[in-house]
């Protein structure tokens, strides 16, 4: 299974892809504001909520990053600069040590998405029997190692707030794609159709709530 916390950037990319065989939750207030202004009610489950799952089960899990964090278990991603590069990139040979370790059962990415996703669904046509978690760019060992800062970016709503002193030109970009969205949203009842008949197909309920009703 894999487990995807999309926003509205990341969402554009996905209305292309089939979303059979996965789990999306809404991540940003932008997306979860979306939602209610089409009558869903579709709580928002950031990403970040998987980090306390990788530390506290570092030996069968694995941690994808685009830059070395200090996590066990930690693999490094070659740089991809657009979706063609991880279309053509050999994911059988990437995918082969976790493969041969019995133990692996969890696979967490910690870049940004769509990247992660679009790296999650080669992967799981590789090992299908692992877990993937696209807890996204958050997983930056600055935030984790200190508790109070990841608590509060989690409380508050304010990851995007971390993201954009950490890299804003990423952000402003990201700004720039919302508001390319939100334009198209109002002005077009088409695409808001299409938005609709994509989202309620999000889960309903928390992430938590969703593992034990799939036990």
Same mark, same amino acid.
Not at 1 to 14: A, E, G, K, Q, V
Not at 114 to 130: C, D, E, R, S, Y
């Given at each position: 299974?894999?487990?995807?916390? !999309?926003?509205?950037?990341?969402?554009?990319?996905?209305l @292309?892809?089939?979303? +059979?065989? *996965?789990?999306?939750?809404?991540?940003?207030?932008?997306?979860?504001?979306?939602?209610?202004?089409?009558?869903?009610?579709?709580?928002?489950?950031?990403?970040?909520? =998987?980090? /306390?799952?990788?530390?506290?089960? %570092? #030996?069968?899990?694995?941690?994808?990053?685009?830059?070395?964090?200090?996590?066990?278990?930690? &693999?490094?991603?070659? $740089?991809? /600069?657009?979706?063609?590069? &991880?279309e053509?990139?050999?994911?059988?040979?990437?995918?082969? %040590?976790?493969?041969?370790?019995? !133990?692996?059962?969890?696979?967490?990415l910690?870049?940004?998405? %769509?990247? #992660?996703?679009?790296?999650? #669904? /080669?992967? *799981?046509?590789? +090992?299908?029997? &692992?877990?993937?978690?696209? &807890?996204?760019a958050?997983?930056?060992?600055?935030?984790?190692?200190?508790?109070?800062? +990841?608590?509060?970016?989690? @409380?508050?709503?304010?990851?995007?707030?971390? =993201?954009?002193f !950490?890299?804003?030109?990423?952000?402003?970009?990201?700004?720039?794609?919302?508001?390319?969205f939100?334009?198209?949203?109002?002005?077009?009842?088409?695409?808001?159709?299409?938005? $609709?008949?994509y +989202?309620? =197909?999000?889960?309903?309920?928390?992430? $938590?709530?969703? #593992?034990?009703?799939? @036990?």
């Open positions: 299974m894999i487990y995807h916390h !999309l926003n509205i950037p990341s969402l554009t990319y996905f @292309k892809i089939d979303i +059979l065989e *996965q789990t999306f939750f809404v991540d940003s207030l932008s997306l979860r504001l979306v939602c209610l202004i089409l009558g869903l009610d579709k709580p928002r489950v950031p990403g970040s909520i =998987h980090l /306390k799952g990788l530390l506290e089960d %570092p #030996q069968s899990s694995v941690f994808l990053t685009a830059y070395s964090s200090g996590f066990e278990n930690e &693999i490094i991603l070659p $740089f991809f /600069k657009t979706f063609e590069d &991880i053509n990139y050999n994911w059988h040979s990437f995918a082969k %040590p976790m493969g041969d370790n019995p !133990l692996i059962t969890k696979c967490f910690g870049v940004s998405s %769509p990247k #992660q996703n679009l790296i999650a #669904q /080669k992967l *799981q046509k590789i +090992l299908p029997n &692992i877990d993937y978690f696209c &807890i996204g958050i997983a930056d060992n600055r935030v984790i190692e200190n508790g109070f800062i +990841l608590k509060f970016l989690s @409380k508050y709503n304010v990851e995007f707030a971390f =993201h954009f !950490l890299n804003p030109r990423r952000t402003v970009l990201k700004l720039a794609i919302m508001s390319s939100f334009i198209k949203f109002i002005f077009s009842k088409k695409f808001r159709k299409t938005i $609709f008949n +989202l309620i =197909h999000f889960a309903d309920i928390s992430f $938590f709530e969703y #593992q034990n009703v799939n @036990k």
